[in-house]
């Protein structure tokens, strides 16, 4: 049982994402970063809608849910490669939530070929649907889900170093961060006079399963501990519990920015 972490300010103890619901794209299982978002918003007292991407991690997240505080309001299907989905997922989160306040795009894909050889090599359909997958969809989800928006609302997406620096094997999905990243700067833009905030967190590498699509992945993993300020890798605990901060009240003045949560290693020249 994941426990509550209590705030206090001016003597007064709350719980900051009390009265908010927020909708998480997607979990595939319990490494997933998504999940860790679950979990650090679930102790903050959000009232969660989970995604999934088909039958094949269907299961695992109606599991891993019964282990939050608070009982899911939905878990629902989502593929982004289908624009009906996210109709559908649109619909869904209307009947069962109605407002909501927040919308976390955790998910990314690559084909396998594209993270292994050259980025010179890349074909045109692994470029079109990595991009399509891993920047287009917050895009359409950021559409589809902004008039569920209530007051103070927050967009959080998942990126990587990758896009600005050279990581071997990265290749097309460094490219694809570095549209995610600029999406970010054009949907706070867009969605500001709203009130919607839209911010990315930079994440260190964690051993997930879209991670370990990368070559040479756990090389990444010993480099970034040996070079990184804090000597050490980011804990999934680390990023869900700065998405909590992201989508809570005492980020209001923060949007269109890349969050660095990596242990410090983007600072270092040598
Ligand atoms: N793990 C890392 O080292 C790391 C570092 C920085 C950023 N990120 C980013 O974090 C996000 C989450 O990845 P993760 O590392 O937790 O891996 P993960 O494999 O647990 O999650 C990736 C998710 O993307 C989903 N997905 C893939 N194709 C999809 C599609 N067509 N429609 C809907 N969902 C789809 C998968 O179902 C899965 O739930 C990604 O954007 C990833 O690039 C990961």
Redesign the pocket.
Same mark, same amino acid.
């Given at each position: 049982m994941v426990h509550n972490i209590l705030t206090q300010t001016n003597g007064e103890v709350y719980v900051l994402l009390q009265g908010k619901r927020i909708a998480i794209?997607?979990?595939?299982?319990k490494?997933?970063?998504?999940w860790a978002i679950a979990k650090s918003m679930d102790a903050q007292g959000a009232e969660l809608i989970l995604g999934?991407?088909n039958e094949r991690?269907k299961t695992a997240v109606e599991e891993l849910a019964q282990e939050l505080n608070h009982k899911p309001v939905a878990v629902l299907p989502?593929?982004?490669?289908d624009p009906e989905q996210i109709d559908r997922v649109q619909a869904s989160i209307r009947e069962k939530a109605g407002t909501i306040h927040g919308l976390v795009h955790? +998910?990314?894909?690559a084909p396998r070929e594209a993270l292994q050889n050259a980025y010179l090599l890349t074909e045109r359909e692994h470029f079109l649907t990595a991009l399509e997958?891993?920047a287009y969809?917050l895009v359409a989800l950021s559409r589809a889900l902004s008039p569920l928006f209530g007051d103070k609302a927050s967009i959080i997406t +998942?990126?990587?170093y990758g896009s600005e620096k050279v990581m071997p094997s990265y290749n097309v999905?460094g490219v694809a961060k570095a549209a995610l990243e600029a999406s970010v700067r054009y949907l706070a833009h867009d969605l500001g006079p709203a009130g919607v905030r839209v911010n990315a967190i930079?994440?260190?590498?964690?051993n997930?399963?879209?991670?370990r699509g990368v070559s040479g992945f756990l090389d990444i993993l010993y480099v970034h501990a040996q070079r990184a300020p804090l000597k050490r890798t980011v804990e999934g605990r680390e990023v869900g519990d700065t998405a909590a901060f992201l989508a809570s009240d005492l980020a209001g003045g923060i949007t269109g920015e890349v969050i660095y949560v990596d242990t410090g290693y983007n600072i270092m020249g040598f």
């Open positions: 794209f997607n979990i595939a299982n490494r997933s970063i998504a999934y991407q991690t989502c593929d982004v490669s955790s +998910l990314a894909f997958i891993s969809s +998942l990126t990587y999905m930079s994440a260190g590498p964690i997930t399963v879209a991670a």
